[in-house]
C-alpha cells in the first residue's frame, strides 16, 4: 500500500511563501516511476490540479499558479513539495498529496486529472489572509 502524508500548511498574509511536503511510503510506492501531483479544494468549490509532475521530472502546473509554484521531488527522501510564492487570497484552500504509481513508468499525458490518481494524502489547509 501506500501512505501519503501532507505538512507544511499553515496561515499566510497575501504575498508570502510556503512550502509543502507530502513524505510517501509503503511496500508498493515505486521510486522513479511515477506521477505526482499536488491538488486543492476551497470550500464550496471542486478540488482542481494544481501542478503535478511525472517519471522524467516534466511537470504541469495550473494557469492560476504559473510562475509563483513550484513542484518538485526528491526521490531518495520519497518526498513531494510544492513551493508556494506570492500568494494570494484566492490560494486558500486545503491542499492534497496525490500518486498514480506505475512500475513501467508515469507521464503527464497520463495524469491529468484527479481520477488519474489513485493515492491520497489526508491533505493540509493553507489559508491566505489579504
Known amino acids: 500500500q501506500v501512505h501519503l502524508v501532507e505538512s507544511g500548511g499553515g496561515s499566510v498574509q497575501a504575498g508570502g511563501s510556503l512550502r509543502l511536503s507530502c513524505a510517501a511510503s509503503?511496500?508498493?510506492?515505486?521510486?522513479?516511476?511515477?506521477?505526482m501531483g499536488w491538488f486543492r479544494q476551497a470550500p464550496g468549490k471542486e478540488r482542481e490540479g494544481v501542478a503535478a509532475?511525472?517519471?522524467?521530472?516534466?511537470?504541469r502546473y495550473a494557469d492560476s499558479v504559473k510562475g509563483r509554484f513550484t513542484i518538485s521531488l526528491n526521490d531518495a527522501k520519497n518526498t513531494l513539495y510544492l513551493q508556494l510564492t506570492s500568494l494570494k487570497p484566492e490560494d486558500t484552500a486545503t491542499y492534497y498529496c496525490a500518486a498514480r504509481l506505475s512500475d513501467a513508468g508515469c507521464f503527464l499525458h497520463q495524469a491529468r486529472s484527479e481520477r488519474d490518481f489513485a493515492h491520497w494524502g489526508q491533505g493540509t489547509q493553507i489559508t491566505v489572509s489579504s
Open positions: 509532475i511525472d517519471t522524467n521530472g516534466n511537470t
Open positions: 509503503g511496500s508498493t510506492y515505486y521510486r522513479y516511476r511515477n506521477c
